[in-house]
Protein backbone atom coordinates (compact mmCIF):
# COMPACT_ATOMS: atom_id res chain seq x y z
CA UNK A 1 0.00 0.00 0.00
CA UNK A 2 1.13 3.55 -0.62
CA UNK A 3 2.07 5.44 2.34
CA UNK A 4 3.01 9.23 3.04
CA UNK A 5 2.64 9.98 6.66
CA UNK A 6 3.86 13.16 7.74
CA UNK A 7 5.41 14.17 11.08
CA UNK A 8 7.12 17.15 12.96
CA UNK A 9 4.22 19.61 13.49
CA UNK A 10 3.26 21.61 16.50
CA UNK A 11 2.77 24.75 17.91
CA UNK A 12 5.82 27.33 18.00
CA UNK A 13 6.13 31.02 18.84
CA UNK A 14 6.65 33.85 15.64
CA UNK A 15 10.43 33.80 14.74
CA UNK A 16 10.60 29.83 15.46
CA UNK A 17 11.65 26.89 13.41
CA UNK A 18 9.97 23.45 12.86
CA UNK A 19 11.07 20.57 11.08
CA UNK A 20 8.63 18.41 8.60
CA UNK A 21 9.12 14.92 7.37
CA UNK A 22 7.29 12.52 5.20
CA UNK A 23 7.95 8.87 5.12
CA UNK A 24 7.12 7.72 2.14
CA UNK A 25 6.47 3.65 0.82
CA UNK A 26 4.46 1.80 -1.60
CA UNK A 27 5.26 3.73 -4.63
CA UNK A 28 8.96 4.00 -6.70
CA UNK A 29 9.76 7.60 -4.22
CA UNK A 30 13.26 8.34 -7.06
CA UNK A 31 10.53 8.72 -9.97
CA UNK A 32 7.95 11.04 -8.23
CA UNK A 33 7.92 14.49 -7.76
CA UNK A 34 7.29 15.57 -3.79
CA UNK A 35 5.95 18.68 -2.63
CA UNK A 36 4.66 20.10 0.44
CA UNK A 37 1.43 21.99 0.29
CA UNK A 38 -0.85 23.77 3.00
CA UNK A 39 -4.00 24.42 4.12
CA UNK A 40 -5.31 27.07 6.75
CA UNK A 41 -9.30 26.90 8.02
CA UNK A 42 -11.27 28.70 5.44
CA UNK A 43 -8.56 29.06 2.90
CA UNK A 44 -7.89 27.10 -0.42
CA UNK A 45 -4.74 24.14 -0.01
CA UNK A 46 -1.70 26.28 -1.61
CA UNK A 47 1.66 24.50 -2.69
CA UNK A 48 4.48 25.61 -0.52
CA UNK A 49 7.76 23.62 -2.37
CA UNK A 50 8.16 21.60 -4.69
CA UNK A 51 11.85 19.04 -5.03
CA UNK A 52 11.83 17.10 -8.20
CA UNK A 53 13.87 13.79 -9.08
CA UNK A 54 17.17 15.22 -9.94
CA UNK A 55 17.23 17.89 -6.35
CA UNK A 56 15.46 20.61 -8.12
CA UNK A 57 13.19 23.00 -5.87
CA UNK A 58 10.58 25.12 -6.74
CA UNK A 59 8.71 27.26 -3.70
CA UNK A 60 5.76 29.64 -3.34
CA UNK A 61 6.81 33.29 -2.62
CA UNK A 62 5.50 33.80 0.64
CA UNK A 63 8.17 31.03 1.62
CA UNK A 64 10.89 31.45 -0.35
CA UNK A 65 14.33 32.14 1.90
CA UNK A 66 12.66 30.68 4.56
CA UNK A 67 11.50 27.25 3.88
CA UNK A 68 14.03 24.89 2.60
CA UNK A 69 12.83 21.74 1.19
CA UNK A 70 15.12 18.44 0.81
CA UNK A 71 14.65 14.38 0.13
CA UNK A 72 16.88 11.40 0.89
CA UNK A 73 16.40 9.03 -1.56
CA UNK A 74 18.10 6.14 0.39
CA UNK A 75 15.30 6.58 3.13
CA UNK A 76 12.64 7.72 1.02
CA UNK A 77 12.01 10.75 3.23
CA UNK A 78 10.91 14.42 2.39
CA UNK A 79 11.61 17.22 4.50
CA UNK A 80 10.61 20.76 5.45
CA UNK A 81 12.76 22.68 7.26
CA UNK A 82 10.61 25.98 7.90
CA UNK A 83 12.57 28.97 9.89
CA UNK A 84 11.42 32.68 10.99
CA UNK A 85 7.58 31.02 11.03
CA UNK A 86 5.09 33.49 10.92
CA UNK A 87 1.41 33.35 12.10
CA UNK A 88 0.59 33.14 8.64
CA UNK A 89 2.28 30.00 8.49
CA UNK A 90 -0.24 28.16 10.54
CA UNK A 91 -1.90 25.43 8.69
CA UNK A 92 -2.11 21.73 8.14
CA UNK A 93 0.67 20.63 5.85
CA UNK A 94 0.74 17.35 3.57
CA UNK A 95 2.89 16.02 1.58
CA UNK A 96 2.10 14.72 -1.68
CA UNK A 97 3.73 13.01 -4.62
CA UNK A 98 3.45 12.66 -7.94
CA UNK A 99 4.35 12.61 -11.79
CA UNK A 100 4.35 16.14 -12.98
CA UNK A 101 5.82 19.26 -14.06
CA UNK A 102 7.88 19.76 -10.76
CA UNK A 103 6.61 22.96 -9.59
CA UNK A 104 4.42 24.81 -6.97
CA UNK A 105 2.26 26.16 -9.63
CA UNK A 106 1.50 22.64 -11.23
CA UNK A 107 -2.18 20.87 -11.08
CA UNK A 108 -2.31 19.75 -7.52
CA UNK A 109 -4.66 17.63 -8.90
CA UNK A 110 -1.38 16.09 -10.98
CA UNK A 111 -0.07 14.68 -7.58
CA UNK A 112 -1.30 10.81 -6.98
CA UNK A 113 -0.19 10.48 -3.81
CA UNK A 114 -1.18 12.39 -0.58
CA UNK A 115 -0.56 12.24 2.98
CA UNK A 116 -3.10 12.43 6.17
CA UNK A 117 -1.52 16.14 7.30
CA UNK A 118 0.45 17.50 9.97
CA UNK A 119 -0.58 20.49 11.84
CA UNK A 120 1.86 23.64 12.24
CA UNK A 121 0.57 26.45 14.52
CA UNK A 122 2.59 29.91 15.16
CA UNK A 123 1.06 32.08 18.14
Known amino acids: DVQLVESGGGSVQPGGSLRLSCAAS????????MGWFRQAPGKEREAVAT???????SYADSVKGRFTISKDNAKNTLSLQMNSLESEDSAMYYC??????????????????WGQGTQVTVS
Open 26 to 33: GFPYFSHC
Open 51 to 57: IDTDGST
Open 96 to 113: AAGIVFCVVTASQESFTY
